[in-house]
């Protein structure tokens, strides 16, 4: 059973940074994307950046040149860096993977909440 647990969120003031963690367990054969979703209150889940099996990276347009993503096998951990954040940033923000384990599928986290607020 794949299992995803995020940590890092909290309370931070507008303009300040943040790093999410995501530590997945379980036996994976090969992971084909994994991504960090966020949803805000009354608003629909978004995808905010994804990274996929051959390392190549997506970022949604309004967290481009703030955030980043990152992952590193040898820990088991993907990451979003969030710099300079934004009132409007704050959100539950959870981690996805889809994985062959050994049979295709996609597993969540159970979310960790950002706040930025001053």
């Known amino acids: 059973q794949v299992q995803l647990m995020e940590t890092g969120g909290g309370l931070v003031q507008p303009g300040g940074s943040l790093t999410l963690s995501c530590v997945w367990s379980?036996?994976?054969?090969?992971?084909?994307?994994m991504a960090w979703y966020r949803q805000a209150p009354g608003k629909q889940r978004e995808l905010v950046a994804q990274?996929?099996?051959?390392?190549?990276?997506y970022l949604q347009d309004s967290v481009k040149g703030r955030f980043s993503i990152s992952r590193d096998s040898s820990k088991n951990t993907m990451y979003l860096q969030m710099n300079n954040l934004e009132p409007e940033d704050t959100a539950v923000y959870s981690c996805?993977?889809?994985?062959?384990?050994?049979?295709?599928?996609?597993?969540w986290g159970q979310g960790t909440q950002v706040t930025v607020s001053s």
């Open positions: 996805y993977a889809a994985v062959l384990s050994p049979y295709s599928g996609s597993y």
């Open positions: 990274i996929r099996g051959d390392g190549s990276t």
């Open positions: 379980g036996r994976i054969f090969r992971i084909n994307a």
